[in-house]
């Protein structure tokens, strides 16, 4: 067992374990798609987005991505914010 | 109704176009709570961090996994069973023990130590302490109206025995000054980005000169999984595992409430919402306080939600309760919709910290459908909710759940 966690180890420094074993999220076909997987996907992974779905709406995804820039420091371009929270909500937001 | 509900709620997360017939075979396998946001069900599955077994895998980057509720069929819970939060992603892969100390400085010791694995455990009295691990969002999923987050079901929770020196002694050897108001901890885990504020964390001095708040070296005899913060961890027994900090590297007294982000703006709940006993003094404001001790709370374990029994069939239902370490006084259990209540039998009493186990027998009455409800009280006669005290963060759920059985 002991054998098998220092096997495990050495291939999690061998090659980034963490983001070769990530499953790959595919987030709906839409306008915008592409501002959200630059803008988010740098610290987290984008489960977190059909996660927490389908209950916010558009005051609801604007106050996360706001969240993600003025309280975790996220450099995002506030255009690119208009377009991330337009994508969130028309995709994953409250029907 | 329930069963209904959750039928439903299944139904609108396969009407989504990211639920693919896989995820919803592995969303299957998870057997995921009824509650949640239909959009959990679509990325709930069962995911395999190293050194543990599946667990239901909530976000990948960083890890975020529950125990599904096998886990729970026992009061201790096995440590590769054992829930995994992080905030940040910046978290080492490995830890190399023979370089890894812990620092306990600033201003507020006459002696900074600098303390290696072997250092702890040879210098100081191991203390064992059985205790709840609990995140605060636990059962954050099943908030209504919903809020976000990691959408928490019943397993951001696990109780284990842990091992290792007291905090109090630590800080006698490094000679802590007078006029501490609070300790500062941080682990080696980190932000992705150099702008997203570290986690890091203040406890009051109180707490931390409590003879069961430890630096754990070991968890239920062994040494700690690297992703439940090997090769230690503060315990903070009774508190909500915010405090509990993995990869624990630095220990600083200080004389002056702690302003970091995860203390002044993370973590909070509505001041005086709650029926806590001990609160957070020094970080605390007229508006909200920092979230401090786990409310009094139940899990039933036995049987499934939606197990088939026949009329007239023995059924024991079984489960477990816990608080704040006050200890747990009675559990409650009705059959009826909550019409009457039973005492539950109550199991081995492993400290007031730890979950307690409890079970009770009824027979199955049908044909038709039985909810079972528990409801736990501790020895404060601190009682579970009926309806949800409802916060922003979706903390301290401790709604009176049913399960709902089938009797053909």
């Known amino acids: ?95 | 109704m329930l069963r209904r509900q959750f039928l439903e709620a299944l139904g609108g997360a396969t009407a989504l176009p990211f639920f693919s017939p896989l995820r919803a075979e592995a969303a299957e396998a998870a057997n995921l709570t009824y509650g949640l946001p239909a959009g959990a069900y679509g990325v709930g599955q069962m995911g395999t961090l190293p050194g543990k077994r599946p667990l239901i895998e909530w976000t990948a980057r960083p890890p975020n996994y529950e125990a599904p509720l096998s886990a729970f069929a026992t009061p201790f819970t096995p440590n590769d069973l054992f829930f995994v939060r992080y905030h940040l992603s910046g978290i080492p892969p490995q830890i190399d023990l023979q370089q890894w100390r812990i620092a306990v400085g600033g201003e507020g010791v006459a002696t900074p130590l600098q303390l290696s694995f072997q250092d702890l455990q040879r210098d100081y009295e191991q203390v064992e302490v059985s205790a709840v691990c609990q995140c605060s969002g636990s059962r954050r999923g099943l908030s209504e109206p919903h809020v976000p987050g990691v959408q928490w079901g019943l397993g951001a929770m696990g109780c284990a025995r842990w091992r290792g020196p007291r905090v109090k002694d630590i800080l006698a050897k490094a000679g802590i000054r007078p006029g501490a108001v609070e300790v500062v901890f941080n682990g080696a885990d980190g932000p992705a980005l150099t702008t997203t504020p570290d986690f890091v964390k203040s406890l009051p001095i109180g707490k931390v000169m409590d003879e069961n708040t430890i630096v754990a070296l070991e968890m239920n005899g062994a040494p700690l999984p690297h992703f439940n913060g090997y090769p230690a961890r503060l315990i903070a027994p009774g508190w909500t595992g915010t405090y509990w900090m993995k990869h624990l590297i630095s220990i600083e007294p200080v004389s002056k409430p702690f302003d970091g982000f995860w203390m002044k703006a993370a973590y909070r709940i509505p001041t005086g919402m709650f029926p806590t006993v001990q609160n957070f003094a020094t970080q605390q404001n007229e508006m909200t306080t920092p979230i401090t001790e786990m409310v009094v709370n139940s899990l039933i374990t036995s049987p499934a939600e939606g197990a088939r029994f026949r009329v007239g069939e023995p059924v024991t239902a079984a489960g477990l309760a816990w608080d704040g370490g006050y200890g747990i006084r009675s559990v409650v259990v009705s059959t009826d919709n909550g019409a009457s209540w039973r005492e539950a039998t109550l199991g081995e009493d492993s400290g007031r910290y730890a979950f307690r186990p409890w079970t009770y027998r009824f027979t199955a009455a049908g044909p038709g459908s039985q909810t079972i409800r528990a409801r736990a009280t501790n020895r404060l006669g601190e009682t579970q909710v009926e309806t949800l005290i409802f916060n922003g963060a979706g903390y301290h759920n401790n709604v009176v759940r049913p399960t709902t059985i089938v009797i053909a």
Not at chain 1, 5 to 24: G, H, S
Not at chain 1, 27 to 55: M, Q, R, W
Not at chain 1, 58 to 75: D, F, H, L, R, S
Not at chain 1, 78 to 90: C, G, H, N, S, V
Request: some cysteine.
């Open chain 1, 1 to 95: 067992m002991k054998n098998l966690w220092k096997f495990v180890l050495v291939l999690a420094t061998a090659a980034p374990a963490a983001i070769a074993a990530e499953r790959v999220v595919a987030l709906k076909d839409a306008p915008g798609k592409d501002t959200v997987e630059a803008t988010c996907s740098g610290c987290h992974s984008l489960d977190y987005i059909p996660l927490n779905s389908p209950f916010l709406d558009q005051q609801g995804w604007t106050a996360e991505v706001n969240k993600m820039i003025n309280a975790y420091g996220a450099p995002i371009p506030q255009a690119e914010a208009a377009k991330a929270i337009a994508y969130l909500a028309a995709n994953y937001g409250k029907p």
